[in-house]
């Protein structure tokens, strides 16, 4: 069974510093790999999306690396601001599921401060 | 990008009544939508995946006779919560995908329930 961890479980960083958020699965059998932010009480908001294929995507300032042989993604966020304050979610997609499930990591709650 | 409406945001009821929570794909049609369930701190947990016009197939320990799943038509999805007793109250989040949006998932604003 596929097991999603997410480390650390919270991290506070001031205003300008650079994030690494990390993420790893057990089983590398995987599809694709999703990053996600949701903000307190609030639905979830996709960042960014790695295919099985791919080794990094990335959006302004937000870059997401996979490995998958190792079982191991990394997001990073540079020159962090308040706004970046939320929860961030991995989530993996196996490569056999035919209706796309998707599996979630626990999350790193991010406070960064001014 | 895609649009996917929840319905109500958050909603409050005693113990014992039920409980409907709607998930509308507004610009696609959702082939297959997901209903997931967070508690505090929690991440999402997978509590069912709904093909349009067949059963919702649920996700182990999950009591398909209290969370009743209707994906009825390509754009609509309800999750009705059957007599609701505290310990159901939670965050109930929904997902839908279809062809249009690539079989990516996207999600819902979250329906907060709290059984008093």
């Known amino acids: 069974k596929q097991e999603v961890t997410q480390i650390p479980a919270a991290l506070s960083v001031p205003e300008g510093e650079n994030l690494v958020l990390n993420c790893s699965f057990t089983?590398?059998?995987?599809?694709?790999l999703q990053w996600f932010r949701q903000d307190p009480g609030k639905g979830l908001t996709s960042l960014l999306l790695i295919q099985s294929s791919q080794r990094e995507q990335t959006s302004g300032r937000l870059n997401a690396s996979l490995d998958k042989s190792s079982g191991r993604s990394t997001l990073y966020i540079a020159a962090s601001q308040p706004g970046d304050s939320a929860t961030y979610l991995c989530?993996?997609?196996?490569?056999?599921?035919?209706?796309?499930?998707?599996?979630f990591g626990a999350g790193t709650q991010v406070v960064v401060t001014p | 990008g895609a649009v996917v409406s929840q319905h109500p945001s958050r909603v409050i009821c005693k113990s014992g009544t039920s409980v409907k929570i709607e998930c509308r794909s507004l610009?696609?049609?959702?082939?297959?939508m997901f209903w997931y369930r967070q508690f505090p701190k929690q991440s999402l947990m997978l509590m069912a995946t709904?093909?349009?016009?067949?059963?919702?197939?649920?996700e182990q320990g999950v009591e398909k006779d209290k969370f009743l799943i209707n994906h009825a038509s390509l754009t609509l999805s309800t999750l009705t919560v059957t007599s609701a007793h505290p310990e159901d109250s939670s965050f109930y989040i929904c997902?839908?995908?279809?062809?249009?949006?690539?079989?990516?998932?996207?999600f819902g604003a979250g329906t907060r329930l709290s059984v008093l």
């Open positions: 997902s839908a995908q279809g062809a249009g949006t690539k079989n990516i998932q996207y």
């Open positions: 709904s093909n349009e016009g067949s059963k919702a197939t649920y």
């Open positions: 610009d696609f049609q959702a082939t297959t």
């Open positions: 089983d590398s059998a995987i599809y694709n």
């Open positions: 989530a993996v997609r196996h490569a056999t599921d035919s209706w796309g499930k998707l599996q």
